[in-house]
Nanobody, 120 residues
Framework: VQLVESGGGLVQAGGSLRLSCAASGTIFSINAMTWYRQAPGQQRELVARITSDGATNYADSVKGRFTISEMAKNTVYLQMSSLKPEDTASYYC????????????????WGQGTQVTVSS
């Protein structure tokens, strides 16, 4: 299974970006997809998560500014608005994947990340 993120870049404070994460490979189902971020010198933190039934949760720091889309065709988006310099980080996508219909085990996969830089 591969996860590929895209959509990062440089934006001024107050601006918007939309990140995408596409999962491919041997996938029977995806239980949840999650966006994390990690700024230099800081721990990776959960930004937003959505389950296959549409339940979402967000970090307090992004509530009201970021929106995670529902999963469609193994792809999820993160719409980021009213961006702040403190949102600058590498953003990573992760997914709980069940590869095979005959096997209930799930595995956690990570993408390589996409850089978001917000200038003041």
């Amino acid at each position: 299974v591969q996860l590929v993120e895209s959509g990062g870049g440089l934006v001024q404070a107050g601006g918007s970006l939309r990140l995408s994460c596409a999962a491919s490979g041997t996938i029977f189902s995806i239980n949840a997809m999650t966006w994390y971020r990690q700024a230099p010198g800081q721990q990776r933190e959960l930004v937003a998560r959505i389950t296959s039934d549409g339940a979402t949760n967000y970090a307090d720091s992004v509530k009201g500014r970021f929106t995670i889309s529902e999963m469609a065709k193994n792809t999820v988006y993160l719409q980021m608005s009213s961006l702040k310099p403190e949102d600058t980080a590498s953003y990573y996508c992760a997914a709980d994947v069940r590869p095979y219909s005959g096997d209930s085990r799930e595995y956690y996969y990570w993408g390589q990340g996409t850089q978001v830089t917000v200038s003041s």
